[in-house]
């Protein structure tokens, strides 16, 4: 089996910063893509950021130019940088990984990790 486990999340004031940290365990031979989402309750998941493996990236509008997604392969681990955050922000936020499992298959399994709150006070 494959684990998440996201860290960093937090409260900051309008206009701080926080990384989010996601690292990956388990039965892994690559990571093709990684991604972050965020969820507020009763909404749909909305993807915040993602990275596949030749290192392109995508963002959603609303972060672009605040928020930068990068990789470690070495360490299977997803970092998010958020500055100038806003309170519009404050969600739980998800990091999801496309993950290939054995160096035989092709097959590539989807994982979720647990969320992290993220808070912004005005």
């Known amino acids: 089996q494959v684990q998440l486990v996201e860290s960093g999340g937090g409260l900051v004031t309008a206009g701080g910063s926080l990384r989010l940290s996601c690292a990956a365990s388990?039965?892994?031979?690559?990571?093709?893509?990684w991604g972050w989402y965020r969820q507020a309750p009763g909404t749909q998941r909305e993807l915040v950021a993602g990275i596949r493996s030749g290192g392109s990236t995508d963002y959603a509008d609303p972060v672009k130019g605040r928020f930068t997604i990068s990789r470690d392969n070495a360490k299977k681990t997803v970092y998010l940088q958020m500055n100038s955050l806003k309170p519009e922000d404050t969600d739980v936020y998800y990091c999801n990984a496309d993950v290939r499992r054995t160096a035989v298959r092709l097959q590539t399994y989807n994982y979720w990790g647990q969320g992290t709150q993220v808070t912004v006070s005005s």
């Open positions: 388990g039965s892994i031979f690559s990571i093709n893509a």
